[in-house]
């Protein structure tokens, strides 16, 4: 085998490694699994909504509850068709795709190393442009006037809400507006698992601007999307920041940095940062007709605002995060699977186990203290199953930082319990009383 190919499939075996601890952990499913399946579709289960929620909460904390400008939309999935032809997407939110005349494979032709040939080496057919929006008919009616599209971003929700927020709450420029929900796109190739999916999530903001600000603006949000990175726990070194140059940007941008993550299956757009002028509320006002001037009440001038627009996929945060996470040591002699999810994403903090599940004494206790920890903590397990090796593998892999043991010495002797690290393997003993402080200090 050449280098890369080596390299290739070591990277394919650690995705499949990383799937197959989502799967039997409980984590992502491949979606309507039992049928065989939908290509671009994943299911999250307990474990990957609890972990996908906690990323959810740590932005909208970050960009919304925690700054005093910034205002939550939620918007419908369906619009108005003219919406999209306003922003231009039913013309042109396309892909080239191209067929390989051989093996019949379809292909994004601009992500091919080369276009003309398939790697099967058969030769590719022409391209031609495909939209990716997925179509569907509002009302018993299908005619033209009833299409609708499952919307391909949450930020022209946005954009026409603008007049609402203005009327609604008065703000003064600058102020953002932010959504968290899902988007649809009928992608050639779906691939590298929950990377490129046809249904997924997206948080994104657009924060309007007076145009001579932009450029300190848009700094602040290059700021604080990295800070937002190591805050759910991706390593530094394997986020990239990547300039767009001139002539290779949207057209209606003046300036987009791409952030890059280093996934095992190669480097790949994270999030973007786009200076998107007043493109958007332009083409709204132009096409819907209602003004969408901005009186700046100082200086009595009118003016459509600018927008800056942070985007983050929620998906490929959680496995960016997923990812990073996972870790193979020795233990013991042994060799294990563990993820290091930070706590602050961790879908479980804390596992509470009796030492034996047939000994009531201990089962009474374990299940005083998993309540008790429950309600400070919230994200708490009680865990009974197997042994207790058994049930530290599990932990390490659902990624708890931390298993709580109640055994015979707690209500014996000490009313301490044996708290475990997952990362290192070491225990102490905690008096309970101390528990939630003992928490408190490592959370
Ligand atoms: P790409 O170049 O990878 O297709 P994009 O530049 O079209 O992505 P944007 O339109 O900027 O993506 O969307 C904003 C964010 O939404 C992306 O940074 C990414 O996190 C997420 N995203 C976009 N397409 C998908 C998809 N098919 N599956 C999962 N997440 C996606």
């Known amino acids: 085998m050449t280098k890369t190919k080596i390299a290739k499939a070591e990277t394919n075996k650690r995705m499949e490694e990383i799937i197959s601890l989502c799967k039997r952990r409980g984590f992502v499913f491949q979606g309507s699994e039992i049928y065989g399946g939908l290509a671009g579709t994943w299911d999250y289960g307990h474990f990957g909504l609890a972990l996908k929620n906690n990323i959810k909460n740590i932005w909208w904390k970050k960009f919304v509850t925690d700054r005093e400008d910034m205002y939550g939309v939620d918007a419908a999935i369906l619009m108005n068709q003219k919406v999209w032809k306003a922003t231009g997407h039913v013309d042109g939110f396309s892909d080239p795709l191209a067929e390989c005349k051989k093996c019949k494979k379809r292909f994004r032709t601009d992500q091919l190393a080369n276009p003309n040939k398939c790697e099967c080496g058969g030769e590719m057919g022409e391209a031609r442009q495909f939209n990716m929006m997925l179509k569907t008919n509002v009302g018993a009616i299908q005619d033209d006037s009833s299409i609708s599209y499952l919307r391909p971003e949450t930020a022209q929700g946005m954009f026409v809400n603008y007049k609402n927020i203005i009327d609604s709450y008065h703000p003064k420029l600058p102020f953002g507006m932010a959504q968290i929900g899902k988007a649809f796109r009928n992608e050639i190739a779906p691939r590298d698992f929950t990377f490129r999916a046809r249904e997924f999530e997206q948080m994104e903001i ?209 009313n301490m319990v044996t708290v475990r690290d997952r990362d290192t393997g070491n225990q102490e003993r905690v008096k309970i009383d101390e528990l939630k402080e003992f928490f408190v200090k490592k959370f």
């Open 206 to 414: 657009e924060y309007l601007v007076n145009p001579e600000n932009w450029e300190d603006i848009f700094e602040h949000y290059r700021k604080e999307m990295l800070d937002y990175t190591k805050e759910i726990g991706l390593k530094a070194e394997h986020v990239y920041e990547h300039e767009i140059p001139d002539g290779e940007r949207a057209f209606y941008s003046k300036r987009t940095i791409d952030f890059e993550f280093e996934f095992p299956f190669g480097r790949n757009e994270l999030y973007g940062l786009a200076y998107r002028t007043d493109y958007d509320l332009k083409k709204h006002s132009d096409f819907s007709g209602v003004d969408l001037n901005y009186l700046d009440e100082e200086t009595k001038k009118k003016f459509i605002p600018h927008c800056i627009e942070p985007s983050f996929g929620v998906d490929r945060s959680v496995l960016a995060v997923i990812c990073d996470a996972y870790t193979e040591d020795e233990l013991g002699g042994e060799k294990r699977v563990f993820m290091k999810f930070n706590s602050s994403v961790a879908p479980v903090k804390i596992a509470v186990f009796p030492l034996l599940k047939n000994k009531p004494q201990l089962v009474e206790k374990a299940r005083e203290v998993y309540t008790d920890l429950r309600k400070e903590f919230g994200a708490v397990m009680f865990d009974d199953n197997g042994n207790i090796g058994k049930r530290y593998r599990r932990q390490d892999e659902i990624g708890t930082p931390y298993c709580v043991t109640v055994d015979f010495e707690t209500i014996e002797k000490d």
